[in-house]
C-alpha cells in the first residue's frame, strides 16, 4: 500500500499542473503562434485552479492517495461555494473571486481528513451501501453545508 504523498509533493504536483496550463495558455497567445484553442485550454486549466487545487491537496493528504478523497474534495468545492453564493448573492464566485481559493483549500484539506477518518465506517445493514469510501463524500458535504452556511454570513467580497 502506498502512503501518503505529504504535502510538499502535492505543492510539487500542483506547480506542475499551473506550469503546463501557463505554457500552453503562452504558447497559445496570438504573439506567439495564434492557436487559439491551446490557449483556451490553458485557461481552462488556470481558470479551474481552486477545483484543481482542492482534489489536489485530498488526494495527497488521503492515505492510499485514494480517488475518493478527490471526489469528496470536489463535492465539498461545489457544496460551499454554491452555498456561500445561494445564502448571500453580492460574493463573486467566478474564477477571480477570493471564495474559490478558500473554498478549494477547505474542502481539499477536509476531504483528505475525512477520507483518513471514515474510510472504513461501517454503517448498519440496510445502509451498508454506503458504508466505507462512499460514506467519505456524504460526511464530506455534510461539513462543507455548515461551512458554507458560516461563510454565506461571514463573507463579504
Sequence with gaps: MQEKLGLGKVVGLLAVVFAIGGILYWIGDPTVTNLHFIQAVGYAVLSNYAIILAVGISIGLAKENQGAAGLAA????????????????????????????VAGLIAGVL???????????????????????????IVTAGACLLIAFVLGHVWHS
Excluded at 88 to 93: K, R, T, V
Excluded at 117 to 130: N, Q, S
Design 111 to 137: 476531504a483528505g481528513y475525512m477520507y483518513n477518518r471514515y474510510h472504513k465506517t461501517k454503517l448498519p445493514a440496510v445502509l451498508a451501501f454506503f458504508g466505507g469510501r462512499r460514506f467519505v463524500p
Design 74 to 101: 470536489f463535492l465539498g468545492y461545489e457544496v460551499i461555494v454554491q452555498g456561500t453564493k445561494s445564502i448571500s448573492s453580492s460574493i463573486d464566485i467566478g474564477d477571480k473571486g477570493s471564495i474559490v481559493l
